[in-house]
């Protein structure tokens, strides 16, 4: 018998509530299903990154060398963040920090997609 699709979505809901309360280690429960499930985000993040490298890969060497390291100096200045984010976010100069590096390379990034569409 299968069960419907969302009678099993809630079911694993119920399951791993049951683990962080039910348990006396609810907290290293807890903290086991917040590390899977960021994992689980990065490696599908870093999935479609390379899925999307893959295909557009042309594009990318079109760019030109000065936009092309723009581009990726931006994205390793946002993995760099999103990996230290709760770090940064724990004191008031790390939280305005992780602000302008994250506004700047989401900036540099739209620019090096601006300036690729321009003729």
């Known amino acids: 018998m299968k069960l419907p699709t969302r009678l ?5 809901i119920v399951a791993l509530a049951v683990i962080v309360g ?4 609810g907290s290293a429960g807890a903290s086991v299903i917040a590390t899977a499930v960021s994992l689980g985000f990065f490696g599908a993040f870093a999935w479609a990154g390379a899925v999307y490298y ?4 042309m594009t990318l060497m079109g760019l030109g060398d ?5 581009l990726y100096a931006a994205a390793g200045a946002l993995v ?3 990996s230290g984010t709760g770090r940064l976010w724990g004191t008031s100069f ?8 994250v506004a700047c ?3 540099a990034m739209v620019a090096v997609y601006r300036s690729s569409k321009q003729y």
């Open 94 to 101: 790390g939280s305005i920090v992780w602000l302008v590096v």
């Open 54 to 57: 893959r295909e557009h890969r």
């Open 105 to 107: 390379a989401v900036y």
């Open 80 to 82: 760099l963040m999103l």
């Open 8 to 12: 099993r979505n809630v079911l694993i």
């Open 66 to 70: 000065h936009r092309r390291v723009l």
């Open 22 to 25: 039910g348990l006396k280690a």
